[in-house]
């Protein structure tokens, strides 16, 4: 089992920058993917970026290439998964969440087995 916390959620107007947190715990010792997936009111949901908790096989939204970058760090209890966001747009405005799913190719059409609870990023034009 996986628990996964997010934060650095928050308001800020358009070509501004913000980092997202998610702490993993529980059953962590294993190599697994993680990623960040965001959705908005009346939008379905949309992957933003990926990667496998070994290292490697990072995945980027079209959408977001080039303005956000996924990065881990780990130590022996927890991951902690990072999502910067520079360049922001109006259109980054949704929920962030963060999810863990046992894969390693980190493939778009993976299942995800764990969720966080979201965190809200909003840009203001």
């Known amino acids: 089992q996986v628990q996964l916390a997010e934060s650095g959620g928050g308001s800020v107007q358009a070509g501004g920058s913000l980092r997202l947190s998610c702490v993993a715990s529980g059953s962590t010792t294993s190599r697994y993917c993680m990623g960040w997936f965001r959705q908005a009111p009346g939008k379905e949901r949309e992957r933003v970026a990926a990667?496998?908790?070994?290292?490697?096989?990072?995945?980027?939204a079209d959408s977001v290439k080039g303005r956000f970058a996924i990065s881990i760090s780990q130590d022996d209890a927890k991951n902690t998964l990072y999502l910067q966001m520079n360049s922001l747009r109006p259109e980054d405005t949704s929920m962030y969440y963060c999810?863990?799913?046992?894969?390693?190719?980190?493939?778009?059409?993976?299942?995800?087995?764990?969720w966080g609870k979201g965190t809200l990023v909003t840009i203001s034009s």
């Open positions: 990667m496998w908790t070994g290292g490697g096989n990072i995945h980027y």
């Open positions: 999810a863990a799913w046992r894969s390693w190719a980190c493939a778009a059409r993976d299942p995800v087995d764990y």
